[in-house]
């Protein structure tokens, strides 16, 4: 959704300049070899792209973090081509927030500008993104791992299964089995892992009991889950707007800004995740 808005952007702001092309063309080509500084500006830049200026043709230009910059996320000092002037350009520096985060961060212009379902659709991409990560948490986290990871580690295995898995589930299954696994010990062996996931098709299909949460006594987990069961509605609101484009209202989307976070929050304490939110200072 934002990309379509930024690369329409990109239409507007880095296309060439015809006038660009001629006489500086050749003086250009000399100083090829030279790595221009490109400095992005973090409020307009997120996720997927940097936005900044080449300093080398001062033009405004969108960096796209998986087509120039080979998906690296901080991408400080990635040398990447100025899509205007075609010389090499190092980012200066990043600031790249967690993604669960900048799905948030990336809803605040839409809400701005009133168009709800994009608010509705980045705060369900940024809570599925955060219970696959409880997913992997719950289920790989206490598994032994070998010094040396190959091909053939077992512990690939599960991943594979695991990944095959969750690309089976839609957010309703996906939400169930998230507050079914809090309830669960952590698989300590890479049978026991495989076990886990086999039984995703039970967990899927329930949902548990005020009482066996208010018995849960980490009251991280205790919070994240309360939160994840209290969330049906929200389920089949972001589905409605999903498969019949429901328009929604302003009071569901701001509904929808105030409380996801508070359960992605939730959810990642709840299951011990690291935030490793990542920050890179600029360097200039
Ligand atoms: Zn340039």
């Known amino acids: 959704m934002r990309v379509k808005s930024l690369s329409s952007d990109r239409v507007e702001v880095a296309e060439p300049p015809p006038a660009r092309q001629n006489p500086s063309m050749t003086k250009q080509s000399k100083t090829r070899s030279r790595i221009g500084h490109f400095s992005p500006n973090p ?35 990635v040398i990447f081509k100025c899509p205007n ?30 168009r709800y379902m994009q608010a509705v ?36 295995k599960v991943a594979v299964t695991l990944n095959a898995t969750l690309d089976q589930l839609t957010l309703e299954p996906l939400r169930k089995v998230v507050a079914n696994l809090a309830f669960k010990a952590r698989p300590t062996t890479i049978q026991e ?11 899927r299909k329930k949902q548990p009991k005020d009482s066996e949460i208010a018995g849960l006594t980490d009251t991280d987990l205790q919070e994240a889950v309360g939160r994840l069961v209290g969330i049906p509605n929200f389920v089949k609101l972001r589905n409605k707007v999903v498969h019949e484009a429901l328009r929604p209202t ?35």
């Open 43 to 77: 409020d307009l830049s997120g996720y997927e792209n940097l936005v900044g200026t080449c300093r080398l043709c001062d033009t405004e230009i969108i960096v796209n973090r998986a087509t120039d910059l080979r998906g690296t996320y901080p991408s400080s000092r």
């Open 85 to 114: 002037c075609g010389r090499g350009l190092r980012p200066g520096g990043d600031i790249a927030n967690h993604p669960v985060d900048q799905f948030i961060y990336d809803a605040y212009e839409p809400m701005r500008k009133r």
């Open 121 to 156: 659709l980045l705060t369900a991409q940024s809570l599925e993104l955060a219970l696959s990560m409880c997913v992997r948490q719950a289920i790989l986290a206490n598994l032994p791992t070998p010094n040396r990871l190959r091909k053939t580690s077992p512990i690939l």
């Open 193 to 203: 892992a495989l076990d886990a996931i086999a039984a995703f098709d039970k967990l």
């Open 250 to 284: 302003q009071s569901q989307a701001e509904w929808c800004m105030e409380n996801i976070p508070k359960l992605t929050r939730a959810l990642l304490r709840g299951f011990g995740i690291a935030r490793g939110q990542l920050v890179m200072p600029p360097t200039a």
